[in-house]
Nanobody, 124 residues
Framework: QVQLVESGGGSVQSGGSLRLSCAVS????????MAWFRQAPEKEREWVAS??????AYVDSMKGRFTISKDNAKPTVYLQMNSLLPDDTAMYYC???????????????????WGQGTQVTVSS
């Protein structure tokens, strides 16, 4: 069973950048669709981006600011976040869905494996 551990969160001023990491263990990362979600206080968890093989997808509001990538050799999934805004303040979660050919994208309930999250706080 795959385990996911996020890191890289922290506090940053508006306009700054952070790179989140999700370390994957217990199974080959290449077997999974990987995704980042986030949850702000008193809000529902929302999809940020996903990656499956060489294919990536993003929520429209984050295109151009956030970049998802992965290193199968490490194995780790990254979320590079640039031009951060106070509205980006949230707990960020890594999620995984085991399939070579299907990726749930924004369909949160289909992801079986989740990390514990890493907090990102953006001040104005």
């Amino acid at each position: 069973q795959v385990q996911l551990v996020e890191s890289g969160g922290g506090s940053v001023q508006s306009g700054g950048s952070l790179r989140l990491s999700c370390a994957v263990s217990g199974d080959a990362i290449s077997r999974y669709c990987m995704a980042w979600f986030r949850q702000a206080p008193e809000k529902e968890r929302e999809w940020v981006a996903s990656i499956s093989g060489a294919n990536t997808a993003y929520v429209d509001s984050m295109k151009g600011r956030f970049t998802i990538s992965k290193d199968n050799a490490k194995p780790t999934v990254y979320l590079q976040m640039n031009s951060l805004l106070p509205d980006d303040t949230a707990m960020y979660y890594c999620a995984a869905y085991r399939s070579y050919t299907y990726c749930p994208g924004s369909r949160l309930r289909e992801y079986r494996f989740w990390g514990q999250g890493t907090q990102v706080t953006v001040s104005s």
